[in-house]
């Protein structure tokens, strides 16, 4: 089991930038594929944005791409959710997860983090 502590949430304006981070407390980062995933009060945990376990190929939901960018430093244990041209729709509790196998876009992790808040004013 490791542990996942992300940062960097809070208040931001409709067509402001954020930039959340995951480090992972295991150092042999690049053996786990990592995502993001959001969720809001009374909805299911949806998929934002996933990377592999080397960091070379990344998944993204149709409803963020091209506005957010996830990007993993191996050397540095931490994955990074650039979010650009944040709408208030995006606002949400954002979760880190890692699982030590390949990607996948359910939330069949094993490992969580203790999410951070993002709001998003209109």
């Known amino acids: 089991q490791v542990q996942l502590v992300e940062s960097g949430g809070g208040l931001v304006e409709a067509g402001g930038s954020l930039r959340l981070s995951c480090a992972i407390s295991e150092h042999t980062a690049n053996t786990y594929s990592m995502a993001w995933f959001r969720q809001v009060p009374g909805k299911e945990r949806e998929f934002v944005a996933g990377i592999s376990r080397s960091g070379m190929i990344t998944y993204y939901a149709d409803s963020v791409r091209g506005r957010f960018t996830i990007a993993k430093d191996n050397a540095k244990n931490t994955v990074f959710l650039q979010m650009n041209t944040l709408t208030p729709e995006d606002t949400a509790y954002y979760y880190c997860?890692?699982?030590?196998?390949?990607?996948?876009?359910?939330?069949?992790?094993?490992?969580w983090g203790q999410g951070t808040q993002v709001t998003v004013s209109s």
């Open positions: 997860a890692a699982r030590p196998a390949a990607f996948t876009r359910e939330p069949f992790y094993d490992n």
